[in-house]
């Protein structure tokens, strides 16, 4: 009664040409190679242009966090950066987590 909804699995005859083991590496390959090319290598350019975009940093530039504060560098050291709020409020933050320059964003909304 079993052996109708299982079917029996039988091995292959023995005059039936092996498959080279290289050929089953070749999917495995190409999906490497274009998971590379369409999210490893875009992500490192991303975070080079971050980084450059960061040592670059300097007093007075306005710019933007990435939780969406706007606000002037007023101190920077090598990890930390003090902003200036409008209001003249003062907020120090991490300097890794500026998103980037506000004069981009400022004209892009006024288009």
């Known amino acids: 009664m079993l052996n109708l909804f299982i079917s029996n699995a039988y091995a292959q005859a023995a005059g039936a040409p092996a498959q080279n083991p290289l050929m089953s590496m070749i999917p495995f390959v190409l999906v490497f190679v274009v998971m590379y090319f369409f999210m490893i290598r875009p992500q ?20 933007f966090t990435k939780s969406g504060i706007l606000g002037k560098i007023t101190g920077i ?35």
């Open 44 to 63: 490192k350019k991303r975070m080079e242009e971050e980084q450059n975009f960061l040592s670059k940093l300097s007093h007075g530039e306005e710019v």
């Open 77 to 111: 050291t090598d990890k930390i950066v003090t902003l200036e709020l409008e209001g003249g409020t003062k907020i120090k933050m991490l300097k890794s987590h500026v998103g980037g320059s506000a004069k981009t964003v400022l004209t892009e909304t006024t288009k």
